[in-house]
């Protein structure tokens, strides 16, 4: 019996994909979080067309306060996006929104903002927030920021254990009535030149610094269990 030829355009496409990952699978446990991020946020992108990258966030955050029935948390987010995923809908990943917003606070301004005001306002509101603050961490709080994360970790963070370290300090202090702020790792990456730069510059050893990535995510896993929201 024989198997009908696949058509060029989809073998094409499928070689192509077979090549990132094969890409993807030689990279570090940091650079695969990263990357995968980078793919989601192009892919919804191109899905959006015409859209403003901005209306596209505030669209997922609207789908899912549609579908959850309590506060809309970095938990329910996630669990409300997988199940309009498996409808078939586009729904940005949290880490996406939260970048792209600067807080998961921000995040929810946003959302409730959308009722009245267009994507485009939004934007502006925040972007004139920034006018006469200063754009730079001094070094010195970044610095903080990163050795304080890895004293409650106990061990050198990951990007994504600091990530989950931060919104949990900001969400924390807003329950306490207190702003607080805390650099992503963006400035990090931005100065430094990547994260694990980053940590060499703030005196962490290079062992210590390759210790975090063994054994990978399933200590990830278990370190970031208190940092989780709700938990």
């Known amino acids: ?6 058509p060029a355009g989809r073998a094409k496409a499928t070689r192509a994909a077979d090549v990132v990952i094969v890409a993807y699978r030689a990279l570090s446990d940091e650079e695969r979080e ?4 980078k793919i ?37 987010y996630r669990a409300a996006r997988q199940t309009l995923i498996a409808e078939g809908e586009e729904i940005a990943e949290f880490n996406a929104v939260v970048r792209f917003f600067g807080s998961w ?23 004139s927030r920034l006018v006469g603050k200063v754009h730079r961490y001094r070094e010195a709080s970044l610095r903080d920021a990163v050795t304080r ?16 370290w931060r919104q949990r ?17 963006s400035p990090y990456r931005r100065r430094w030149g990547g994260w694990e730069q980053a940590l060499l510059h703030f005196g962490f050893t290079p062992a210590a610094i390759a210790d975090r990535l063994e054994p990978g995510r399933e200590r990830s896993n278990g370190s970031l269990s208190r940092f989780r929201y709700g938990s």
């Open 1 to 6: 019996m024989g198997v009908s030829p696949r």
């Open 34 to 37: 990263e990357a995968f991020a």
């Open 40 to 76: 989601n946020d192009a892919r919804l992108s191109a899905l959006a067309g015409s859209d403003d990258e901005i209306a596209i966030f505030v669209r997922s955050l609207q789908r899912v306060a549609d579908v959850v029935d309590d506060e809309l948390t970095p938990t329910n």
């Open 105 to 127: 606070l921000q995040a929810k301004e946003a959302l409730a903002l959308a009722d009245v005001n267009t994507p485009r306002k939004i934007e502006a509101r925040f972007r």
């Open 149 to 164: 994360c890895a004293a409650d970790l106990g061990h050198v963070p990951l990007v994504i254990e600091y990530e989950h």
């Open 169 to 185: 300090e900001l969400e924390l202090a807003k329950a306490r009535g207190e702003e607080l702020f805390l650099p992503s790792d």
